[in-house]
């Protein structure tokens, strides 16, 4: 009998300098609060066990636990508790699972202080004995509260760890949208009245938390709104973290908003998804549409327990995020074909805010004209361009199927081509002309026209593959769908594309994209 607890106290020294040597490197949070519960639950002999890691005001942050029956939100409940005074100071508490509503006998909680806080608990239930269950006794207390000592400064160090690596993430967002022109203020110039009110009422709920869905037509200015609703916000300290549901490949999208965990496939790193890099701050998901089922599910759970799971990883993360959503689809159509889930459409639309198509503020033109030149003039060091007569006559002339985004592509074309002072009618036709490699059009078509001919020069040179030729022109591809049914729609015959060098297909109005 000697000899085997000789054994076990070596077996126990023996994890503690293992457990002390696994923490000295970096490790997240997590991979701590994992090894901890293991470690606890396998060197002690319980049947069960979990450990918790604590935000400052003891709110669950990450949890991993072993056979246990319950919630980590009711670890983290009971710490409030006038009886957990004892572990709150430091101390090991002998509890019965009566405390949590667990059929447990006897249950151990050791807190994990570091600098006087409480950053971590770790729980342990029914000793295993020979023929039955057994009692922990005082070396088992003594060990547990080593554990959780030795594991509260590396919890610690991997929250620091992983908030410098989440700041990270945030700056390179932070300065690829700068790169690409993505200004807090762009195209949110006019003075249409549909405009105005629809500025007005974000103004109104920015303050607030709500979660605002944004809709209309691609191109008409929905990120830029949600950027407002965020820098008026209370979370403009915090980060603003975009994503484009439309951009990512389906089996990309789950571990780009929920974030993956190291060795989920050969060669794959741990990386937070964009809700943990939105925390604190604001999520804005575009084309929230483009959803699948799965991802809608785990979306409205993270709404509405404000935890998030890595793909691959099993412990859950406390997230503090407002989430605006925007779509320019039908999304009361697609709930009536069982394609949206309409507890999440609920969830999303608790205010919408519609933006109406630049044809229907065609007022605005000029200004957002204007509002370009000078824009992009500053770009291309000539801050005193200007638009000719015979440019803003043009301008006005065209329908935008692109919206606010194709106004200010042309422009930002047209700036960069025009020789003087003024942007002429003919640096537009030319900006245009030189993206579709062929002779500048006559001044006597329309812009439609070119727009028109450079579509579908773009699609014969990318095989009919529209997904590519929608990026080659830097347009969505809803947007690119709305102009072919557009132009199929308005043609005396029927118009066809390339599908490839030999051969032409109709242009569907709806359907499965051809790839």
Request: hydrophobic letters at 40%; aromatic letters at 4%; proline letters at 4%.
């Given at each position: 009998m000697s000899s085997t607890r000789e054994g076990w106290r070596r077996a126990r020294l023996e994890t503690v300098l293992d457990l002390s040597l696994a923490l000295a490197g970096p490790r997240r949070e997590g991979e701590v609060v994992e090894e901890l519960v293991q470690r606890a639950v396998g060197l002690l002999d319980a049947t069960a066990g979990i450990a918790v890691s604590l935000l400052p005001h003891l709110e669950p942050a990450s949890a991993v636990s072993v056979g246990w029956s319950g919630e980590p939100g009711e670890v983290a409940a009971w710490l409030t508790s006038p009886a957990a005074v004892e572990v709150r100071r430091g101390g090991v508490a002998r509890l019965t699972g009566e405390a949590f509503g667990l059929p447990y006998s006897e249950v151990l909680v050791a807190p994990c202080l570091w600098r006087d806080e409480l950053n971590a608990v770790v729980c342990v239930a029914d000793k295993e004995a020979r023929g039955g269950h057994g009692s922990f006794d005082d070396e088992d207390v003594r060990f547990l509260r080593s554990l959780a000592l030795l594991a509260a400064p590396a919890i610690a160090a991997g929250r620091l760890l992983e908030d410098a690596e989440r700041q990270r993430q945030v700056l390179e967002e932070e300065n690829r949208l700068l790169r690409f022109g993505g200004g807090e203020d762009a195209g949110l110039v006019g003075q249409a009245p549909a405009f105005r009110r629809v500025l007005e009422l974000a103004r109104r709920v920015a303050p607030s938390d709500v979660t605002v869905l944004v809709r209309g037509e691609s191109g008409t200015g929905k990120e830029r709104v949600a950027r407002l609703l965020h820098n008026l916000s209370a979370r403009v300290k915090g980060p603003f973290v975009p994503l484009n549901c439309a951009a990512v490949p389906e089996t990309l999208l789950e571990a780009e908003l929920f974030g993956i965990e190291k060795g989920v496939a050969t060669g794959v790193a741990a990386r937070a998804g964009k809700l943990e890099l939105a925390n604190g701050g604001t999520l804005f998901l575009d084309e929230v549409g483009d959803l699948?089922?799965?991802?809608?599910?785990?979306?409205?759970?993270?709404?509405?327990?404000?935890?998030?799971?890595?793909?691959?990883?099993?412990?859950?993360?406390?997230?503090?995020?407002?989430?605006?959503?925007?779509?320019?689809?039908?999304?009361?159509?697609?709930?009536?074909?069982?394609?949206?889930?309409?507890?999440?459409?609920?969830?999303?639309?608790?205010?919408?805010?519609?933006?109406?198509?630049?044809?229907?503020?065609?007022?605005?033109?000029?200004?957002?004209?204007?509002?370009?030149?000078?824009?992009?003039?500053?770009?291309?060091?000539?801050?005193?361009?200007?638009?000719?007569?015979?440019?803003?006559?043009?301008?006005?002339?065209?329908?935008?199927?692109?919206?606010?985004?194709?106004?200010?592509?042309?422009?930002?074309?047209?700036?960069?081509?025009?020789?003087?002072?003024?942007?002429?009618?003919?640096?537009?036709?030319?900006?245009?002309?030189?993206?579709?490699?062929?002779?500048?059009?006559?001044?006597?078509?329309?812009?439609?026209?070119?727009?028109?001919?450079?579509?579908?020069?773009?699609?014969?040179?990318?095989?009919?593959?529209?997904?590519?030729?929608?990026?080659?022109?830097?347009?969505d591809r809803s947007t690119l769908y709305r102009m072919l049914t557009r132009w199929n729609a308005t043609d005396d015959a029927e118009r066809t594309i390339p599908r490839g060098s030999t051969g032409f297909t109709r242009v569907p109005s709806s359907g499965s994209e051809h790839s």
């Amino acid at each position: 009998m000697s000899s085997t607890r000789e054994g076990w106290r070596r077996a126990r020294l023996e994890t503690v300098l293992d457990l002390s040597l696994a923490l000295a490197g970096p490790r997240r949070e997590g991979e701590v609060v994992e090894e901890l519960v293991q470690r606890a639950v396998g060197l002690l002999d319980a049947t069960a066990g979990i450990a918790v890691s604590l935000l400052p005001h003891l709110e669950p942050a990450s949890a991993v636990s072993v056979g246990w029956s319950g919630e980590p939100g009711e670890v983290a409940a009971w710490l409030t508790s006038p009886a957990a005074v004892e572990v709150r100071r430091g101390g090991v508490a002998r509890l019965t699972g009566e405390a949590f509503g667990l059929p447990y006998s006897e249950v151990l909680v050791a807190p994990c202080l570091w600098r006087d806080e409480l950053n971590a608990v770790v729980c342990v239930a029914d000793k295993e004995a020979r023929g039955g269950h057994g009692s922990f006794d005082d070396e088992d207390v003594r060990f547990l509260r080593s554990l959780a000592l030795l594991a509260a400064p590396a919890i610690a160090a991997g929250r620091l760890l992983e908030d410098a690596e989440r700041q990270r993430q945030v700056l390179e967002e932070e300065n690829r949208l700068l790169r690409f022109g993505g200004g807090e203020d762009a195209g949110l110039v006019g003075q249409a009245p549909a405009f105005r009110r629809v500025l007005e009422l974000a103004r109104r709920v920015a303050p607030s938390d709500v979660t605002v869905l944004v809709r209309g037509e691609s191109g008409t200015g929905k990120e830029r709104v949600a950027r407002l609703l965020h820098n008026l916000s209370a979370r403009v300290k915090g980060p603003f973290v975009p994503l484009n549901c439309a951009a990512v490949p389906e089996t990309l999208l789950e571990a780009e908003l929920f974030g993956i965990e190291k060795g989920v496939a050969t060669g794959v790193a741990a990386r937070a998804g964009k809700l943990e890099l939105a925390n604190g701050g604001t999520l804005f998901l575009d084309e929230v549409g483009d959803l699948g089922p799965h991802l809608q599910a785990k979306l409205l759970r993270v709404i509405q327990e404000r935890e998030v799971e890595r793909v691959g990883g099993r412990q859950r993360l406390h997230v503090d995020v407002r989430l605006l959503a925007a779509t320019n689809r039908d999304l009361e159509a697609m709930m009536t074909r069982g394609e949206f889930r309409e507890d999440l459409y609920y969830r999303l639309r608790v205010v919408e805010l519609h933006l109406p198509p630049l044809r229907q503020r065609r007022e605005d033109i000029p200004l957002l004209a204007v509002y370009f030149t000078r824009l992009h003039g500053k770009r291309f060091g000539r801050p005193d361009l200007r638009l000719a007569r015979g440019a803003l006559e043009l301008l006005l002339a065209h329908d935008y199927p692109g919206n606010v985004r194709e106004l200010e592509n042309v422009i930002e074309a047209a700036s960069a081509l025009a020789n003087g002072s003024f942007i002429e009618r003919e640096d537009l036709e030319l900006a245009i002309g030189r993206r579709t490699g062929v002779a500048t059009p006559s001044a006597s078509g329309t812009l439609d026209d070119v727009v028109r001919a450079h579509v579908l020069r773009m699609l014969e040179a990318c095989g009919g593959a529209r997904s590519e030729a929608a990026r080659a022109l830097g347009i969505d591809r809803s947007t690119l769908y709305r102009m072919l049914t557009r132009w199929n729609a308005t043609d005396d015959a029927e118009r066809t594309i390339p599908r490839g060098s030999t051969g032409f297909t109709r242009v569907p109005s709806s359907g499965s994209e051809h790839s």
